[in-house]
């Protein structure tokens, strides 16, 4: 069936960095973008960015833009995003999600189990 | 960016109510409108694309409608499994933002 399947969870301190992994079955992983999106305690969920997976084109939310990197390997089926600089409220559920997109309509059709991530000294 | 507001951010309701909630662009997104259901601990999961398109195994009772910069999401008889948080999301232009949700609770 087709899934996801993500990383397991993470502790860093501030300042540090984390890379999320998000492995793709059951569909050809080329044909479907990758979107990230993102979930604090208590909150609602904000949208990170999306990849390309066959162009490895890469769209950023403003406020993550130079701290956040997007990444594919085709290989493998695995997307992956890394957040530098961590702070306190980066502390969140990181979730990867399928992008479908036809006829102009896009939405995330697949999600996976999500990762949480915990930043804290 | 465009801005995403639902109303009302919380309800109350019982089993076989109707529910409406109502989401509103900062500026029109045409038919760019997803809705997502979130239960407690878990991942959201698309209901309705492109503002009113039922996906595939989403029952019957959800429905979504609206253009330009207001939309809604209706269900016709709350189920127990109903209960759970909604967001809409814009997919006219990134970033491609959410609502602040609704929660959906027990009366």
């Known amino acids: 069936q087709v899934q996801l399947v993500q990383s397991v969870a993470e502790v860093k301190k501030p300042g540090a960095s984390v890379k999320v992994s998000c492995k793709a079955s059951?569909?050809?992983?080329?044909?479907?973008?990758i979107s990230w999106v993102r979930q604090a305690p208590g909150e609602g969920l904000e949208w990170m960015g999306w990849i390309t997976t066959y162009t490895a084109k890469t769209f950023y939310a403003r406020k993550l833009e130079g701290r956040v990197t997007l990444t594919t390997d085709t290989t493998t089926s695995t997307a992956y995003m890394e957040l530098r600089s961590l702070r306190p409220d980066d502390t969140a559920v990181y979730y990867c999600?399928?992008?479908?997109?036809?006829?102009?309509?896009?939405?995330?059709?697949?999600w996976g189990q999500g990762t949480t991530v915990t930043v804290s000294s | 960016d465009i801005q995403m507001t639902q109303s009302p951010s919380s309800l109350s309701a019982s089993v076989g109510d109707r529910v409406t909630i109502s989401c509103r662009s900062s500026q029109t997104i045409t038919t760019f409108l997803n809705w997502y259901q979130q239960r407690p601990g878990k991942a959201p999961s698309v209901l309705i694309s492109a503002a009113s398109n039922l996906q595939s195994g989403v029952p019957s009772r959800f429905s979504g409608s609206g253009s330009g910069t207001d939309f809604t999401l209706t269900i016709s008889s709350l189920q127990p499994e109903d209960f759970a948080t909604y967001y809409c999301q814009q997919s006219y232009s990134t970033p491609y933002t959410f609502g602040q949700g609704t929660k959906v609770d027990f009366k």
């Open positions: 059951g569909y050809n992983f080329m044909r479907y973008g």
């Open positions: 999600a399928r992008r479908e997109d036809t006829n102009m309509v896009t939405f995330m059709d697949v």
